[in-house]
């Protein structure tokens, strides 16, 4: 990939150019990327995973960092607007002393993302400071995520994405980066790995439908691998609400089964949309 660069008031922005992600989910019956259930729940058609744009920042990332970033590198991304299949997209990071401004714009310049990037652990991410402004939902306002609450935990959780599905996510990839091709998971299959999890934490509420609204990336001993046995464990950070969704915050960390050493971290916000469940059916 051929990074642009161009002035910004405070630095140098580089400018991914334009790709067009694909919808790899649309298959999947009643989901936010099925055409026919996203339409009816308000969106132009079936959504692309916002995992997937993760992908278009990393070679952006590896010009910042270098390779290192894969091993404690950290990414995270608010999600605005978002796309369907072979919408084209931009990937644009500014570089800061503690991290960088990442944003992501389709062809119209609406903004579909917007985040931060550092080659270290940080604690001023664009998710983490968010978190820290989001009020806590009432009991009475949350019924599809009734059952989850504030501090629970699940331990023990295997995890595993094999070689056969990264060789599938590659061949629709946007950004086809070497260390790919020995392995090395991209941030999308990352998430997948952690998404693993999901049922311990949301648990029935994942009959309803649900989208990202934020996720984070945070390697610690990275790069995680496909073909590789990982346990996870979940904590629950945070419950809200708008008036379209119920959202829930949580952690999920990646350990190595045979020294017990943390990987990696994935941290989701996972709305799920009222319209989707009888829970909010309207009188």
Same mark, same amino acid.
């Given at each position: 990939?051929?990074?642009?660069?161009?002035?910004?008031?405070?630095?140098?922005?580089?400018?991914?150019?334009? +790709?067009?992600? #694909? =919808?790899?989910?649309?298959?999947?019956?009643?989901?936010?990327?099925?055409?026919?259930?996203?339409?009816?729940?308000?969106?132009?058609?079936?959504?692309?995973?916002?995992?997937?744009?993760?992908?278009?920042?990393?070679?952006?990332?590896?010009?910042?960092?270098?390779?290192?970033?894969?091993?404690?590198? =950290?990414?995270?991304?608010?999600?605005?607007?978002?796309?369907? @299949?072979?919408?084209?997209? $931009?990937?644009?990071?500014?570089?800061?002393?503690? !991290?960088? !401004?990442?944003?992501?714009? @389709?062809?119209?310049?609406?903004?579909?993302?917007?985040?931060?990037?550092?080659?270290?652990?940080? %604690?001023?991410?664009?998710?983490?400071?968010?978190?820290?402004?989001?009020?806590?939902?009432?009991?009475?306002?949350?019924?599809?995520?009734?059952?989850?609450?504030?501090?629970?935990?699940?331990?023990?959780?295997?995890? +595993?994405?094999?070689?056969? %599905?990264?060789?599938?996510?590659?061949?629709?990839?946007?950004?086809?980066?070497?260390?790919?091709?020995?392995?090395?998971?991209?941030?999308?299959?990352?998430?997948?790995?952690?998404?693993?999890?999901?049922?311990?934490?949301?648990?029935?509420?994942?009959?309803?439908?649900?989208?990202?609204?934020?996720?984070?990336?945070?390697?610690?001993?990275?790069?995680? #691998?496909?073909?590789?046995?990982?346990?996870? #464990?979940? !904590?629950?950070? %945070?419950?809200?609400?708008?008036?379209?969704?119920? =959202?829930?915050?949580?952690?999920?960390?990646?350990?190595?089964?045979?020294?017990? +050493?943390?990987?990696? !971290?994935?941290?989701?916000?996972?709305?799920?949309?009222?319209? $989707?469940?009888?829970?909010?059916? #309207?009188?």
């Amino acid at each position: 990939m051929r990074v642009a660069q161009q002035a910004a008031g405070d630095g140098t922005t580089l400018v991914g150019p334009l +790709r067009t992600p #694909r =919808n790899t989910a649309s298959e999947i019956k009643g989901s936010i990327h099925e055409d026919a259930t996203a339409s009816k729940l308000g969106f132009r058609g079936g959504t692309v995973a916002g995992s997937i744009h993760m992908d278009q920042f990393v070679p952006l990332l590896v010009d910042l960092y270098g390779q290192a970033w894969f091993e404690g590198g =950290n990414l995270s991304l608010l999600f605005k607007q978002p796309t369907v @299949d072979g919408e084209a997209v $931009s990937a644009q990071a500014t570089p800061g002393a503690e !991290r960088a !401004r990442l944003q992501m714009y @389709d062809q119209a310049m609406a903004l579909i993302c917007q985040g931060s990037a550092a080659d270290h652990a940080d %604690a001023g991410s664009e998710l983490s400071r968010h978190l820290l402004t989001q009020e806590t939902a009432p009991r009475s306002a949350i019924r599809i995520l009734a059952d989850v609450h504030v501090g629970d935990e699940a331990h023990g959780l295997a995890l +595993r994405i094999s070689p056969e %599905a990264l060789t599938q996510r590659l061949e629709t990839i946007t950004e086809p980066l070497e260390c790919y091709q020995d392995g090395v998971l991209p941030p999308s299959m990352v998430v997948h790995l952690a998404h693993g999890a999901r049922s311990a934490v949301v648990g029935s509420a994942g009959a309803a439908v649900g989208l990202f609204g934020a996720l984070e990336i945070q390697f610690l001993e990275g790069p995680l #691998r496909a073909g590789v046995d990982y346990v996870g #464990r979940t !904590r629950v950070h %945070a419950l809200t609400e708008s008036p379209r969704t119920e =959202n829930v915050w949580y952690d999920v960390l990646i350990a190595d089964p045979r020294t017990g +050493r943390d990987q990696a !971290r994935v941290t989701f916000c996972l709305r799920f949309m009222k319209d $989707s469940s009888p829970l909010w059916a #309207r009188a």
